[in-house]
């Protein structure tokens, strides 16, 4: 066989890989690896539609398998990539056989952080990553009375909602912060979300730390810190994830949070790139500094379709001959009963957040500044603010906090 490129990971971001490969005029061959034996999927329907009974299952994959042969894209799916031989270019599969590289593209994504009690193996217990635990936590929703949600970021309170929208039963969410989505959003959006799932029937506990889970053999209660007893049938653990780098080790290109990229997303080996969850690559919005020489501090790595998506794109082009930095403003979405919030931009090294328009209505914005200057937005329910930032964002143009705030402005009109 003719080394081409080897991606992989065959997810969000590998798929999107071999796809713009082909696009682009790539001629020669790609080989698409996953672990997961299912045509590549979208992770987002499995917390939101597949779980509230509104998407089938199938519907989550992102192309029919003719598409594959069609585009020549070889798709391995059911076989784990074991190693990496860097001299050789060559990847070793769980199966046995090698496939040699000219260029490979690390795609591997993240698993989940595994919650560190007592008790968390128990039947009863699971974590959403995958296409095959959205389908045993469905199966497990209609029966369950008492649901437990640990940690209050998206995910959990994605599951939360649809565990609701799908029935009356009960529904807690213990988050160990004092608020919600606390790494992501500003305290005004955490405190919003907090009173509509309780509006909806959602139990929240902030600051409770969960330090354990009980049954005898099946799920019984959870256990806090401070001694309370809670029931549950069903526990559903979201606390975040852990990129998958491990391939990388041995090749000294595994960092901290992620395979160590430069701002062409390729490793220390010029010739293997790393996208999507995985890598941890520079970034303006990083640290709020949004300054065009990067500071080592200014790296990310981040979770989201947006970001596989555009990174996939971003080597695709490289491979094929037209190389760019990768500069895409980070955008993010969650589905929450009737609300949609939309992030563009990254909040994190912000220091003054705006509210534009009706907190009541259910649709505002928050507009974030760092030093005056725009960093991220996020928008609840208005889609039109949300688009707007990320031209405003792409662009570097001028919005001060007062002109944010002012209903009287369209922002349209900022010489977008
Ligand atoms: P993944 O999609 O995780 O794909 C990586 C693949 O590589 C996996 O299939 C893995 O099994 C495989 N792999 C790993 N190691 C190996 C190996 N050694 N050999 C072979 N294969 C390997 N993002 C949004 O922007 N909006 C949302 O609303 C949203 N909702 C989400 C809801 C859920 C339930 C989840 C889990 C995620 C959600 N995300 C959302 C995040 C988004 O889905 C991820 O950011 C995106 O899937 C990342 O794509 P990826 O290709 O980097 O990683």
Redesign the pocket.
Known sequence: MTPGVVI???????FQAAMSLRTGGYEGTVTL????PYLPY???P???GYMAGKQDIEATALRPEAYYKSHLIDLIVG????GIDGAGRSVQLASGSGIPFETLVL????RNRMLPVPGAELDGVHY??TRDEAVKIKGRLEAASNIVVIGGG??GL?LAAAARASGSRSVTVFEAQPRLMPRVVAPVISEFYRQVHTEQGVAIVLGAMVTGIRGDGTVRDVLLADGTVYPADLVLVGIGVIP?QE?GERLGIAGANGFVVNEYLQTEDERIYA????AEHPNRFASGRFAANLSPGDRVRI??????VDQARCVAAAIVGKPAPYDAVPW????QFDLKLQMAGLSGGCDEAVVRGDIESHKFSVFYFKESHLGAVDSVNRPADHMVARKLLAGGTRLTPDQAADLNLNLKELGL
Do not use: H, M, Y
Request: some cysteine; glycine content about 14%; proline content about 2%.
């Open positions: 992989a990971g065959a997810g969000q971001a590998g690896i996953g672990e997961e979208q992770r987002p499995l917390s939101k076989e784990t990539i074991v795609a591997t994504g993240a959403l990553r998206f995910i994605e998958n391939l996208i999507g969850d995985c979770e989201s379709v947006q970001n596989a993010f979405w969650t589905d």
